[in-house]
């Protein structure tokens, strides 16, 4: 079955044909690195790389590139209220990045190309622009004329007078109309700058991921992704400038994220609710946010809330619970004739509903179904009397392939504190005083699932870990 992407572009899904048979070119917008990276900027970064990861399954070689920011407005508030240095700032955000994201189970891009490393690269392209009548020089500033591109709002579906009224931009002395966007920046006394052809500057936000994108991939690239918010005026402005630049498509699918709230609120800084990654991976397993993150389709809204957390929590040990259970009976052997075929279907089967699922927009939500199903399987065959290491083996390697494909691991090293582990116990022993004898043993299998041993006593319920 051909994967269907759903193209912002057109609206619509549809078959993914590269345009080199085997090679996909993608290029993911990454941070401006002035702080650590919140639960939003990691959405993009788990998605699109359990993205890579199922192309890469499906046999495709994969050139995947992320950018980073590391010069602009914000970047240079922040080093000055902090007395930094920018290239300091940036650097110690960007190991910062990798530490969070590397924790959440995301591989590196095969580049990370960093504005600051691309100056005469962007000098060169706005130059081009100017030549062709698209952009213009006033007072050191280079603006884009915007309604010189005749495609321009076709990625956000707007028309240019709809997207006067969105882009909230008014006439100014140095542009010529409203929607025009800025490409070089004049230095302002005391910034970080460059010298060029129009006088000292750095480069505007937009043309960078144009130029970095160009440099690494070519001309057109198959697939360009972000979060929800950088379709406009980032992406329609990337394509713009490309466009323009090259005379050729810049991307030919285009794919975005949806947002996140938190508590059911739109998560921003001036609601003081936004969440840090390297907060949050500090009281829980990075890998339940990444879990979490796509129990969720990933163009739709997800709202991220402790009870929610707990529930992708919960969902992740059933998984694990179950895999441990399988290598604990891993060596078990027994004669089931015609059985052992059976259950090679039923476990294939969930791989072609784990497929299907990827094959419809990359849908992880349907996918982690096909997981639980496939776990819950290994549940029932493991109640059988007799067991057979061969079809044990088949759903561990199976587990092992799908939890791959998704960024999750089924190791069992525990996460939890004595304390954590003593209210367990407790629950546990509630359980049985009250002939609750699944709730009983559905925690001790959580526990063993975490390396968590425990042992009945006349004296009371003794663990360890294993």
């Known amino acids: 079955m051909t994967i269907q992407i759903y193209n912002t572009l057109t609206r619509q899904k549809e078959p993914f044909i590269p345009m080199e048979e085997g090679k996909v070119k993608m290029y993911v917008c990454g941070p401006t690195v002035y702080n650590y990276i919140h639960i939003g900027n990691a959405r993009p970064v788990i998605v699109f790389d359990t993205v890579r990861r199922y192309l890469e399954y499906t046999g495709f070689d994969v050139t995947y590139i992320s950018n980073f920011t590391d010069v602009d407005d914000k970047i240079i508030k922040t080093a000055n209220e902090l007395g930094e240095d920018v290239s300091e700032l940036t650097e110690r955000f960007i190991k910062a990045y990798f530490e969070d994201v590397s924790a959440l189970g995301c591989s590196k891009a095969d580049a990370h190309p960093r504005v600051t490393d691309h100056i005469e690269d962007i000098i060169a392209f706005v130059q081009v622009l100017i030549e062709k009548g698209f952009a213009y020089e006033s007072q050191g500033d280079v603006y884009y004329r ?55 500057g750095r480069p505007g936000w937009h043309i960078e991921c144009s130029v970095m994108a160009r440099e690494h991939l070519g001309d057109t690239m198959d697939i360009h992704a972000g979060g929800q918010d950088l379709a406009f005026p980032h992406h329609e402005n990337e394509i713009a400038q490309s466009e323009a630049m090259t005379g050729k498509q810049f991307a030919r699918y285009w794919m975005h994220n949806g947002y996140i709230n938190i508590d059911n609120e739109k998560m921003s800084k001036s609601l003081g609710n936004f969440v840090l990654v390297n907060d949050i991976r500090k009281k829980i397993d990075p890998q339940v946010l ?65 497929e299907t699922a990827m094959n419809d927009d990359f849908n992880t939500a349907n996918a982690i179904a096909a997981v639980f199903e496939l776990a819950k399987l290994a549940n029932v065959y493991l109640l059988e009397k007799n067991t057979e290491t061969e079809v044990i083996e088949h759903f561990v390697a199976m587990l092992e392939k799908l939890m791959s494909v998704i960024g999750l691991t089924l190791d069992n090293e525990s996460n939890l504190l004595d304390t954590d582990i003593e209210t367990l116990i407790e629950e546990r022993l509630e359980a049985r005083r009250t002939r609750d004898f699944s709730r009983s043993d559905e925690i001790r299998d959580e526990l063993k699932a975490q390396g968590i041993l425990l042992e009945d006593t006349a004296q009371g319920t003794r663990w360890k870990r294993g």
């Open 146 to 200: 915007t309604k010189k591109f005749e495609g321009y709002g076709k990625l956000s579906n707007q028309s240019t007078d709809e997207l006067i009224v969105g882009a909230r931009i008014e006439v100014g002395v140095k542009k010529e109309d409203a929607l025009d966007f800025v490409l070089w920046k004049a230095a302002k006394e005391g910034e970080i700058s460059w010298d060029s052809p129009w006088g000292a």
């Open 290 to 354: 990444r879990f979490f993150m796509l129990s969720v389709h990933y163009r739709n809204p997800i709202n991220f809330s402790e009870d929610l957390i707990e529930s992708a929590e919960n969902g992740l040990l059933r998984i694990r619970t179950a895999y441990n259970n399988l290598q604990y009976r891993r060596n078990a052997s027994a004669n089931l004739g015609d059985q052992k075929d059976i259950w090679f279907h039923k476990v294939d089967k969930c791989k072609v509903q784990f």
